[in-house]
């Protein structure tokens, strides 16, 4: 008979090894220079607690870090990331399983290809039947080892593409903090800013409650018509509608904020008012631009592109050859009284090889196609990520500039419309104005005095915008 040739074994596998060609492992993305791909922080923020200086807010914060529901669910998603990564943390170690009290008993007929055991009608002393005899009898307690060697780094590279995941869903955590934080902020501030404005409001009714009683003296004194009253009453009306609409939109948003904070509607929320916007201003006049760096919305992105690029290599590793090792050992005996019987019972075997895929229909080349396409998308949503985050602080520190210079315009026009409505109030006293001045002078200062209220908060919410598109120091 012909041996065959073992040289044809050699050349099988250089053939199959051959075909595994490597794929192009992305080191770093490409990525605008004021962002360095090969660290992904830069010293952050000022923390979030030194930025606001609200003892109130600060405390509605603590309450939606800890108990809003996206952060509470966002909080279980992260911690089942971590263990993916724990399961695949030690997956290059063998695996050690064993089996106590096995039990394996055969029977078959005279027609078989094989005899009975003979060892087990002698150790007991019977005939074997023509019909179901005794074929195989064993009493097993064994413990099995297996191990695949990880010789091409694939285990490696899928424990570390569990790991950037990980993190990924780490920092997926912090954007949904900072997303709560920015909401709780913004909704507490828009609070305050309502607050000012039912006080201009409650203040502008009295006003034009005297205006209307006034008006209705000099009625029925025959100095004014009918239609002057009639105007009168209206803008009474017009302010407890104002009065009703800001009082029910305080109370929506109480209720907005509580359930931010995990709550139930309740009590209202205990907060103070400010002249001087309670944060910290100047340090956002100037910042470098590569504090981009610290949004955890970028730094997902690129441990999103991390994973991928590993899992890149885990495809590309499954095509290579794979080394084994497999130990047995334990007691086997035939007899149920001879289990424990040592060494009489022993027994022990070693199995290793090398196997690699031939013919697989190119699935695995078509997967290491498709882990390739996905890194190439990662790629481009970190870069697109990068960028939308960049011309998002353009357009944040734009913002809060112009909202400092209409805050200066709406507070003079506060100045002039107030002035305009006390001197239109005296001249009409002294009958050198009409109702109808007086009534648009007092319009006019409450229009100009709610809208100061919503620029003085306009302007923090902008200011918060720029922090957070900064990165913040939430954490």
Same mark, same amino acid.
């Given at each position: 008979?012909?041996?065959?040739?073992?040289?044809?074994?050699?050349?099988?596998?250089?053939?199959?090894?051959g075909?595994?060609?490597?794929?192009?492992?992305?080191?770093?993305?490409?990525l605008?220079?004021?962002?360095q791909a090969?660290?992904?922080?830069?010293?952050?923020l000022?923390?979030?607690?030194?930025?606001?200086?609200?003892?109130?807010?600060?405390?509605?914060?603590d309450?939606?870090?800890?108990?809003?529901f996206n952060?509470?669910?966002e909080?279980?998603?992260?911690?089942?990331?971590?263990k993916?990564?724990?399961?695949?943390?030690?997956s290059y170690?063998?695996?050690?399983?064993?089996?106590?009290?096995?039990?394996?008993?055969?029977?078959?007929?005279e027609?078989f290809?094989?005899?009975?055991?003979?060892?087990?009608?002698?150790?007991?002393?019977?005939?074997?039947?023509?019909?179901?005899?005794?074929?195989?009898?064993q009493?097993?307690?064994?413990l099995?080892?297996?191990?695949?060697?990880?010789?091409?780094?694939?285990i490696?590279?899928?424990?570390?593409?569990?790991?950037?995941?990980?993190?990924?869903?780490?920092?997926?955590?912090?954007?949904?903090?900072?997303?709560?934080?920015?909401?709780?902020?913004?909704?507490?501030?828009?609070?305050?800013? &309502?607050?000012?404005? %039912?006080?201009?409001? #409650? =203040?502008?009714?009295?006003?034009? +409650?005297?205006? *209307?009683?006034m008006?209705? $003296?000099?009625?029925?004194?025959?100095?004014?018509t009918?239609?002057?009253?009639?105007?009168?009453?209206?803008?009474?009306?017009?302010?407890?509608?104002?009065?009703?609409?800001?009082?029910r939109?305080?109370v929506?948003?109480?209720?907005?904020?509580?359930?931010?904070?995990?709550?139930l509607?309740?009590?209202?929320?205990?907060r103070?008012?400010?002249?001087?916007?309670?944060?910290?201003?100047?340090l956002?006049?100037?910042?470098?631009?590569?504090?981009?760096?610290?949004?955890?919305?970028?730094?997902?992105?690129?441990?999103?592109?991390?994973?991928?690029?590993?899992r890149?290599?885990?495809?590309?590793?499954?095509?290579?050859?794979? &080394?084994?090792?497999? %130990?047995?050992?334990? #007691? =086997?005996?035939?007899?149920?009284e +001879?289990?424990? *019987?040592?060494p009489?019972? $022993?027994?022990?075997?070693?199995?290793?090889?090398?196997?690699?895929p031939?013919?697989?229909?190119?699935?695995?080349r078509l997967?290491?196609?498709?882990?390739?396409?996905?890194?190439?998308?990662?790629?481009?949503?970190t870069?697109?990520?990068?960028?939308?985050a960049?011309?998002e602080?353009y357009?944040?520190?734009?913002s809060?500039?112009?909202?400092?210079?209409?805050l200066?315009?709406?507070?003079?026009?506060g100045?002039?419309?107030?002035?305009?409505?006390?001197?239109?109030?005296?001249?009409?006293?002294?009958?050198?104005?009409?109702?109808?001045?007086?009534?648009?002078?007092?319009?006019?200062?409450?229009?100009?005095?709610?809208? &100061?209220?919503?620029?003085?908060?306009?302007?923090?919410?902008?200011?918060i915008?720029?922090?957070?598109?900064?990165g913040?120091?939430?954490?």
């Open positions: 008979m012909k041996r065959f040739d073992p040289y044809l074994y050699i050349i099988i596998a250089l053939l199959a090894f075909s595994c060609k490597p794929v192009k492992v992305l080191e770093k993305p490409e605008p220079d004021i962002i090969d660290t992904l922080l830069v010293d952050s000022i923390p979030w607690r030194s930025f606001f200086q609200d003892a109130k807010l600060i405390k509605l914060i309450m939606a870090l800890d108990s809003n952060i509470r669910t909080t279980i998603t992260r911690n089942i990331a971590m993916v990564y724990d399961r695949t943390r030690f170690l063998p695996t050690l399983s064993a089996q106590a009290f096995g039990y394996n008993k055969q029977y078959r007929s027609k290809y094989s005899s009975p055991s003979s060892g087990y009608y002698e150790e007991t002393g019977k005939t074997p039947p023509e019909v179901l005899y005794n074929y195989q009898s009493h097993i307690h064994s099995q080892l297996n191990w695949e060697l990880d010789i091409w780094g694939r490696r590279d899928e424990r570390r593409s569990n790991y950037a995941k990980w993190m990924a869903e780490a920092e997926n955590l912090k954007v949904v903090q900072t997303q709560i934080v920015t909401a709780v902020a913004e909704s507490y501030f828009n609070l305050l800013m &309502l607050d000012e404005q %039912l006080k201009v409001a #409650l =203040n502008n009714y009295a006003l034009r +409650n005297s205006t *209307n009683e008006m209705q $003296l000099q009625y029925d004194a025959g100095e004014v009918s239609l002057g009253v009639l105007q009168a009453q209206n803008q009474v009306l017009q302010a407890s509608a104002l009065i009703s609409q800001l009082r939109d305080i929506s948003l109480e209720n907005d904020i509580r359930l931010l904070c995990g709550q509607p309740g009590a209202p929320i205990e103070d008012p400010f002249d001087e916007p309670p944060l910290s201003l100047d956002l006049e100037s910042v470098p631009l590569a504090y981009v760096q610290n949004r955890p919305d970028v730094i997902q992105s690129m441990y999103l592109l991390q994973s991928a690029n590993k890149m290599g885990v495809a590309q590793k499954l095509r290579y050859p794979s &080394l084994n090792i497999n %130990l047995t050992g334990g #007691l =086997n005996s035939m007899m149920p +001879n289990w424990f *019987n040592v009489g019972a $022993l027994f022990g075997g070693f199995t290793s090889g090398i196997s690699a031939i013919l697989d229909g190119k699935r695995l997967n290491v196609a498709i882990a390739e396409a996905d890194r190439d998308r990662a790629e481009i949503q870069q697109k990520m990068v960028y939308s960049i011309s602080v357009n944040s520190m734009q809060f500039r112009q909202s400092r210079s209409q200066e315009i709406a507070s003079e026009q100045n002039i419309t107030r002035q305009a409505q006390s001197d239109a109030y005296l001249l009409y006293r002294s009958g050198f104005a009409t109702y109808l001045e007086v009534i648009t002078a007092q319009e006019q200062a409450m229009n100009a005095e709610l809208n &100061l209220a919503k620029m003085k908060t306009q302007l923090i919410i902008d200011a915008q720029l922090y957070r598109a900064l913040g120091g939430w954490y």
